[in-house]
């Protein structure tokens, strides 16, 4: 028989049981030994005082435990409601103060897990409505364009046109996809950053190439300051992503003839990696909050882009150990420094 199936009341039993058959039999053992009646005498009494402290101890168990179960449905139930904090365990070292503390730190597990899915339900919401609000726009001027199409007799010319902007808007709707895309899998650890050492050089060599010939149209002049022996534990591919971002919107920013300078420097702990610009400049209000996923600024509606570029810089640069700083004033340009740390 398991020790842990048997019922208190019936080990209890056991022992008073027990308890009674002893004392009885010792007394009447004593008894026939010596043959004097005081031992019977002096067994009755030793089986009274027995009893009385049983009963004794028997009540001031039984109120410990209706105290302790008392406290436990009381922590239990506001474990379930939520009202408020649990009352605190005490610092002692008995089977009740251990009980008690486990229960707190259940509850505070429970709420830390609470507090996550409070917070991944708002992020979801926040993620849905953005992302409801960035489609809407180019799937309205798709239905617009698609009916003016079917209703509205209209020469080749015009038809060409109107089919230039149903293929900006599916570019639109396309690049936004692949950038939620992109951002999700990263959330998420569907992606891994590997970091490895390699050329630095190589890595902006690949961001730059996706935005020379925009900076060539705009006759925007691009200098490069990287040494070719810098070496650097890091995610070629994805920091060659987040460099992009950057360098894009200096090329998307910056007004024809300007300039972009990108300056690699090692410094005691970290690698510097600044894109400075000619362009417009961002406001001191909207320096934190360019950071944020879909965030565009009221004064660049009208360049193409949806707000998440920087978002997944961030992202990209903070999963590796680093950070993003970020210096600029309206007019005079900005200076976007990509912080990198040197030990892996």
Known sequence: MRLEAVSIKSIFCWIITGMILSMVGITILLFFITGKSEILTAGGILFICAFL?????TWLLGKGLSLFAAGLCQTLDLMVTGDGPLPKAEDRDT????????????YQIMCENSRKVD?????????????????????????????TLLSKPMTEEERTEFTKDILNQTNKLDFLFQALVKTSRLETGVIKLEKKTSRLYDTVAQALSGIIYHAEEKN??????????????????????????????????????GSITVQVEQKEMYIEIKVSDTGKGISESDQAAIFRRFY??????AQPGVGIGLYLT??????????IRVVSEVGKGAVFSLFLPIIN
């Not at 089977?95 to 259940?106: D, E, M, P």
């Not at 991944?120 to 489609?135: G, M």
């Not at 565009?296 to 509606?301: I, K, L, M, Q, S």
């Open 95 to 106: 089977l009740f103060a251990r009980i008690s503390h486990r229960l707190n730190r259940l």
């Open 53 to 57: 402290w049983l009963l004794l101890f």
């Open 220 to 257: 925007i002049s691009v200098s490069v300051n990287c040494s070719e022996k810098l070496t650097i534990p890091h995610d070629c591919k994805w920091t060659a992503e987040a460099l992009f971002n950057i360098l894009d919107n200096a090329v998307k920013y910056t007004a024809t003839g």
């Open 314 to 323: 961030r992202e990209i640069i903070t999963r590796q150990g680093g950070y």
């Open 296 to 301: 565009r600024g009221e004064d660049v509606h």
């Open 119 to 147: 917070e991944d339900r708002k992020e979801l919401q926040a993620l849905i409505s953005d992302i409801s609000h960035q489609v809407k726009t180019p799937v309205s001027n798709l239905k617009m364009v698609a009916d």
